[in-house]
């Protein structure tokens, strides 16, 4: 080593989990959600101004539960830079897993007075199939709804991820995938109720479902969650796993030659992204009373990604904003002008990648600091934008490191 | 037994401690026959830490590696020179398993096959590369990049948990300060001027703590004083790591090699000269195909 006269060096703590006006804005959602909201919907009478609807009650529970989808599509795109088209799927998956348990818990309440969920007897099945087996036990439900996504997800991630494949590629295939399964759920011989899918739901637990109680339980316990894997992702994305997902975003063939493998660490994200989608999807079925194969659809996959992108990737609370952006845009425009949405939508895309390439958090952190994006930060999201036109080699690394016939040869 | 061959045994055995206390010869000796227990780690008792044989590459039908035969003493500091084309990155990409050959022997001591690894396995098994084009992780400060290198468990769950203890602490900040990079800690790696950022990887490998350095063109894009200080840290690390340097620069070459460390030249895919800087400067193949009259 070379003599150097050793002054005193101080490296960086551990940054802690939420800085102290972190922790106060947390306290603070926390105490809105838990709070706030049941007080403002269910003790301030309804002619009040600070009266919270049933309405809004729904519209919000709702959102929060594409804030996790959200959450969880930044942990795999954001800060991993793998673009998963396909997160919808899980979150229907969760959604199908809390559904069977509440066609369940209907009993001998529905039109046919059977014991059969109402579709099946349509179908002149006489026993409910195998795969229900275990939608009568609550605790099954909640083991499922964490188990379904999670298998999936991991025999689907370690193909992709064991041949190494990459950018638009992997979105591509995870694309397909959904597409796949809404065609398989569809099917009234899979056994999920066909294009109907389950709905008519009556009772959650024994309880009743559509009372304001029920909901603003539901409501607390979506609030809740969410705040849990937000904190949950600050602490993945703030430990050296965070870093190396990142580093595999930023130079996956330097994390290679650092001695890391890189399969495990994307597999373990990926699954931990898809169980949270899982989660939420369980959450939202028994809000919107609803849960069919149009979950599936590509294009809700696609939202997830622009909520994200909205919000500003690998940041955390971006996303969460985001969602609630689109989401609230969403409800208002498909009122006031419906035919429009979709425009409004894609024109949101192409103006958050081309002009905003941190998303509304990145604007704002802009402002504050009062100056031009710093250049990694735009680079960052040149290069990602880059990888998803399908270049699967990280650039930094160059025609260096690539090994194709004849170029890498002759450096 | 009679006493007779008691005591033609005891002679036996004398002869032996004496031969064994005679020590380690050049070749290694008695430690490097059949019948021991090789360690656990890099078996260097064959004295040498890597060695390529009769290796093969060919990418549609351009044979970029040809028949290459290289190996590199422990501790030797073995200069690579070659012009474009020769195959010097894909051999540094033969061994450290990003490219498998068509055919040939790679091992890392003597009994480590390296064909039997992939990148990672080989990187934790003591083998550091730097590329030819700065790669460092831009998004993350200097600090986490450095951390990242370090040396220590890297699976899953270990990475979830870890945090620095004194020692790492005190290696980290050697490092920094061998790099000239301790003013600059919690810069973003992206804000680095390009020379800055070659020391940064340099830095990593350092924290990988490898047994073999590979280095590809570390002083591209350096300026002369960086370039200096370069080559004296790869001078002081010589000795307790073995360093592969491939460059262009002859200066830096010279001032690395000295006027007796082995300069290879490779070309077309093989060993077309090896000798020490003077001989391989005066070679006439050599100047033909690489330096030019």
Known sequence: MTPNTPSPLTLPARAPLLSRGGWAA???????VCAVAPVLNMAVPEGSAFHLSDYMVGLIGKIMCYAICALAMDLIWGYTGILSLGHGLFFALGGYMMGMYLMRQIGRDGSYKSDLPDFMVFLDWKELPWHWALSGSFVATLVL????????????????FRSRIKGVYFSIITQALTVAAMLLFFRNETGFGGNNGFTDFKRILGIPIATQEMRMTLFVLTGATLLGFFLLARWLVGSKYGRVLQAIRDAESRVMFSGYNPLPYKLSIWIISAVMCGVAGALYVPQVGIINPGEMSPANSIEIAIWAAVGGRATLVGPIIGAFLVNGAKSWLTVAAPEYWLFFLGGLFIVVTLFLPNGVVGLVRQLRRGKPVTAPAAAAAERSLESEAGEDVPPSVGAQATTLPGQGARA | MTPDLMEQGAQRLSEHSARAARGKTESGGRAASYGRVAEAGVDLTHGRILYLEDVNVSFDG??????????????????IIGPNGAGKTTMMDIITGKTRPDSGTVYFGSTIDLLRHNEPQIAQLGIGRKFQKPT???????????????KTDKRVKPSMFFTLDSAQKDRLAQVLRTIHLADHVNR????LSHGQKQWLEIGMLLMQDP???????PVAGMTDEETARTAELFLSL???????????????????????GTVTVLADGSVLAEGTIDQVQADERVIEVYLGR
């Open chain 2, 188 to 191: 973003l790696a992206g804000l």
């Open chain 2, 238 to 260: 010589k000795g307790q790591h073995s360093l592969m340097v491939v460059e262009h620069d002859m200066h830096f070459i010279r001032a690395i090699a000295g006027e007796q």
């Open chain 1, 26 to 32: 947390f306290l603070v959602a926390l105490i809105l």
């Open chain 2, 62 to 79: 351009f044979k970029a590696i040809n028949g290459l035969n290289l190996d590199i003493a422990p501790g030797e500091l073995r200069c």
């Open chain 2, 211 to 217: 047994k073999l350095l590979l280095l590809d063109e």
């Open chain 2, 136 to 150: 460092v992780f831009e998004q993350l400060t200097v600090f986490e990049n450095l951390e990242l290198a370090l």
């Open chain 1, 145 to 160: 709804i964490v188990a379904v996504p999670a298998l999936l997800a991991f025999v689907f991630g370690w193909f992709a």
